[in-house]
Structures are given as structure tokens and as C-alpha cells.
């Protein structure tokens, strides 16, 4: 679709990548003819090792969601969190600014949201189920522990069937809207909060369209 409205002529395609192998499949890709890459977890942080430079965004979370494959070497962008703060902000009734935001895991996703809804102005709170990872990036992103205060949304950045203690999904089951970073099949958030949740495939929108004008500007 993207593609069409940008009327350029092109195939989108799914490319199964093994943990650990993502540079010889970057190689391939570069010698197929390919330049637009969406990355998913779990190669978010490994391929963000391998890019020659880096979009701000990408710097910040530590991990990339798009690359471009230039011919002075692959470069990285990370659109995770700008999606999702667009995702919330369309759910939401209020402004992302100024309201509390509770981000649930601090993987390559959240981090990302992490970023993003404090650059938007958002009241940042984090919670993960490792507290000493929690508690670094706490630290690394100047943000506080969510301790159950209420929120305005909840965006769920955990792996697929991921489960939460009982306490923490008493606390989502009260907070007005809660998004799961998953889509489809993946997501599984529903099941064990007994209540709607806002799945990802408004993110994932937002981040591949943000994506696509990007490899546009780099071209």
C-alpha cells in the first residue's frame, strides 16, 4: 500500500531470521537488491551492533525497528517508540502530555516507548518482572517505578504469553486503556487481564509508515 501511494514499484516480504545469524542475512539482502528493512525482536539490539550509523531515536533505546541499506553502509532507525505514542494518543480521550503512562517491560520495545512518551511530555512509569534490570533503566532513562498509582494507559511491551503477577493485573484491570505492543496470533494480554485491550496493529502502522518516509528520505 505504502509503496503504491508513493508510486514506486516494489515487493514487501517476510523474512525469517534467526537469533544470532543477522548479518549474513543483511549481506544477502544488500546483494538481492533490497534497501528498506523492518526488524523485529528479537534482532532489534544485534542488528543495531552492526549498523554503520545510527537515527537519535535508535541511540536512545539501544536497539533499531528499520534500517536502510546504503551503499556506505546500513543505517538505523527506531520508529517503536514514536508508534506507540501515536497508537496511545489515538486511544486516548486526553493528551498523552502530562498524564501518567505506565510501560510494562523495558526490553528493546519499551525502552523505545520509554523515550518517546517522555519526549511527548507524558508521565513515565516502568515496571518489568526482573526488578534489577527494572530499576537500571529507571535510572538510565530518569523515569519512577510504577507502584500502582493510577494511570491514564498502560502500553505492555512483554513477550507473547508473558505472565503478570495477580497484583499487577488487578492494577491494569482498573487503568483506562491498556495496549499490548503484540498483534494477532501474539497477542495474548486479553486472556489474563479479562477485559479489552488495545492490541498492537495500530503501532505497527504508525511505525511502518513513519519507516517508509524515512527510507524515502535516505534514497
Known amino acids: ?12 516480504e517476510a523474512i525469517a531470521v534467526s537469533k ?3 548479518a549474513a542475512a543483511l549481506r544477502r539482502l544488500a546483494r538481492a537488491g533490497f534497501e ?3 526488524v ?12 554503520a550509523s545510527l537515527e537519535p531515536a535508535a541511540v536512545e533505546a539501544g536497539a533499531v525497528s528499520a534500517l536502510y541499506l546504503g551503499s556506505d553502509g546500513i543505517r538505523g532507525a527506531n520508529f517503536d517508540g514514536i ?7 489515538a486511544a486516548l480521550p486526553v493528551p498523552v502530555q502530562g498524564h ?27 515496571w518489568n518482572r526482573t526488578e534489577e534490570r527494572m530499576l537500571a533503566v529507571a535510572r538510565a532513562f530518569g523515569v519512577d ?5 493510577p494511570l491514564a494507559a498502560a502500553f505492555v511491551a512483554l513477550p507473547p504469553n508473558a505472565s503478570l503477577p495477580v497484583p499487577i493485573l488487578r492494577q491494569l484491570a482498573a487503568c483506562p486503556i491498556v495496549m499490548d505492543a503484540n498483534y494477532g496470533s501474539r497477542a495474548t494480554l486479553e486472556v489474563q487481564l479479562r477485559g479489552p485491550v488495545e492490541d498492537g496493529r495500530a503501532m505497527l502502522a504508525a511505525g511502518a509508515r ?8 535516505e534514497r
Open 20 to 22: 544470532g545469524t543477522a
Open 40 to 51: 523485529t525482536t528479537p534482532l532489534k539490539e544485534e542488528v543495531a551492533a552492526l549498523c
Open 145 to 149: 517505578v510504577w507502584d500502582g498509582m
Open 83 to 89: 508508534a506507540a505514542t501515536v497508537a496511545l494518543a
Open 36 to 38: 528498506g528493512v523492518a
Open 1 to 12: 500500500m505504502l509503496l503504491a501511494e508513493a508510486g514506486l514499484e516494489g515487493t514487501s
Open 100 to 126: 501518567a503512562i505506565a510501560v510494562l517491560g523495558v526490553g528493546a520495545t519499551g525502552r523505545a516507548a520509554i523515550a518517546a512518551l517522555r519526549s511527548a511530555g507524558a508521565r513515565v512509569l516502568i
Open 210 to 217: 513513519a519507516a517508509f518516509v524515512w527510507w524515502l528520505a
